[in-house]
């Protein structure tokens, strides 16, 4: 026999070999991977609004979601992330069964009792609940529930589907969500929900403090009523509120504590409280409350402080940046400008001082100076100076003052009364002016007993020579 003879027998026999080991019908065996256990569709992740988890050691959680927002409703309310809510979902969804278990296939030991897997009972069992929307309003509401067991190897763990006697092997993805996370970790970290209505009402008060600071919204402008009343920077309110609406804790530190003395809550040292006007169900309006109460430091020399949040039942940790925040000085919110009247709405600036008594008057072509006599009239009248007029103005209503002093005006100090009027003839505002002899500081204030403190540079126009008029004789004199 040749070479070429030997080489073709040699592959008929590799050929019938094959062939011997295929089963019966000529098709090869192959191994299935992993598949999911649950069927596509079976979790619609997004319509899924309630979640209930219970651990064998007798906790138990539930959480229900209210349009985009998701609560922990037992064993009491606290909001909680929607993120982590959808990941419990989105991993249970996901799963995939790598092997399946039906009653005759559990291991047994060696005695042919089945081995403990830790589903009877379930060390854990969640279930995933919403409302199919092509169904009747009376029809009832849909669930998945899903037993979790025992750890296995190679990452998995053992599961089994509420009302299937089957036993599956699955990533313990799942399992490390709801038997080892903390539940704690799954709550909003955040302080005051201020991203929705507007705030009406700010409050902050506490242990030792005589009267509450108050602050108001008027429309669009906000004042301070309590210990004392000034306008408000309403832009500098508004970034400390969308401040207070980012403000987090850094943790939860205890559920339902017996004892709220042991950290400072039982008398908060601060309470900061936010009033807002919600719609009611008869269509009419409502006011909502959130409050944080800080108490006493985590540790001597420690920034962190103590909280809670109204309605709550739980002790917070909150760090320096968010202690800050809720922290903020008052006097950094008060208006730091002259005045709140509008340039663009004054027609007359009437300055007073010791010497004179001169009026500003806006015409079409610009402003005219008048100086005014002792019995009220015009003794001497010019064109003003172009742009003086609208500096003045802007010193008074527009500069900010990088410093603000809560104290009665100096009136052995007075430089100047200026009273702006409208176009209707009637004032809108009167400021008085002062000036620090010492330092050369000037000190504006609108009649709140709020000074505005600027520099010396600030040097404001208070001689009618400023704005065109004939200088004044050396005897000439006035009262402002």
């Known amino acids: 026999m040749n070479a070429k003879a030997t080489g073709v027998w040699i592959l008929v026999a590799a050929l019938l070999s094959a062939l011997a080991w295929l089963p019966r019908g000529g098709t090869p065996t192959v191994e299935e991977g992993p598949r999911l256990l649950l069927a596509r569709g079976a979790l619609p992740v997004e319509r899924i609004d309630e979640i209930r988890l219970r651990r064998d050691d ?24 929607s993120f ?29 009792e089945p081995i403990d897997l830790g589903l009877e009972p379930p060390l854990g069992r969640v279930t995933f609940a919403w409302s199919d929307p092509a169904a009747p309003p009376d029809a009832a509401r849909r669930e998945v529930t899903l037993d979790l067991g025992r750890r296995s190897v190679a990452g998995r763990a053992w599961l089994r589907r509420g009302g299937d006697d089957a036993v599956h092997a699955v990533d313990a993805g799942l399992h490390a969500r709801l038997l080892d996370g903390d539940p704690r970790t799954w709550r909003s970290k955040r302080l005051l929900p201020v991203a929705e209505e507007p705030i009406d009402r700010i409050e902050v008060g506490g242990a030792g403090q005589a009267r509450p600071i108050e602050l108001v919204r008027e429309n669009a402008r906000w004042r301070l009523e309590s210990p004392f009343s000034t306008r408000l920077d309403a832009d500098a309110v508004e970034a ?42 008869d269509g009419g309006e409502v006011l ?42 008052i006097a950094s919110l008060v208006d730091p400008t002259g005045t709140d009247v509008q340039p663009a709405d004054v027609r007359t600036i009437e300055v007073r001082t010791a010497a004179e008594t001169f009026r500003l008057r806006r015409e079409l072509d610009g402003f005219v100076a008048e100086r005014i006599d002792e019995r009220g009239d015009v ?55 002062a000036r620090d002899p010492a330092d050369g500081r000037w000190a504006i204030d609108d009649g709140d007993d709020v000074l505005r403190v600027f520099p010396a540079s600030l040097e404001p126009r208070l001689r009618g020579e400023d704005y065109g008029l004939s200088p004044l004789e050396a005897s000439d004199a006035g009262t402002p």
Do not use: K, N
Request: net charge negative; with cysteine.
């Open 58 to 81: 007798g906790a138990s959680w539930l959480f229900r979601r209210e349009g985009a927002a998701w609560r922990q409703v037992e064993p009491f309310e606290v909001p909680v992330e």
């Open 240 to 281: 400390w509120l969308a401040a207070l609406g980012r403000a987090e804790c850094s943790a939860y530190f205890e559920d339902e504590p017996e004892d709220l003395a042991r950290y400072g809550l039982d008398q908060p040292a601060e309470v900061i409280s936010l009033e807002r006007r919600v719609p009611s169900p």
């Open 379 to 433: 003794a001497d009248e010019v064109p003003a100076r172009r742009g003086a007029a609208e500096a003045l103005l802007g010193q008074l209503a527009e500069a900010r003052a990088p410093e603000v002093a809560v104290t009665p005006f100096p009136q052995e100090r007075l430089a100047a009364l200026v009273i702006l009027s409208g176009f209707d003839g009637r004032p809108l505002g009167a400021v008085r002016i």
């Open 84 to 112: 982590s809510m959808r990941q419990h979902a989105v991993v249970a969804e996901s799963l995939r069964s790598s092997r399946r278990l039906d009653e005759a296939d559990r291991p047994r030991d060696e005695q042919g």
């Open 288 to 329: 909502a409350r959130a409050e944080v109460r800080l108490g006493g430091s985590f540790g001597p020399g420690s920034p962190d402080r103590f909280a809670m949040v109204a309605g709550r039942p739980c002790v917070l940790l909150v760090g320096e940046e968010a202690t800050a925040i809720l922290r903020r000085p």
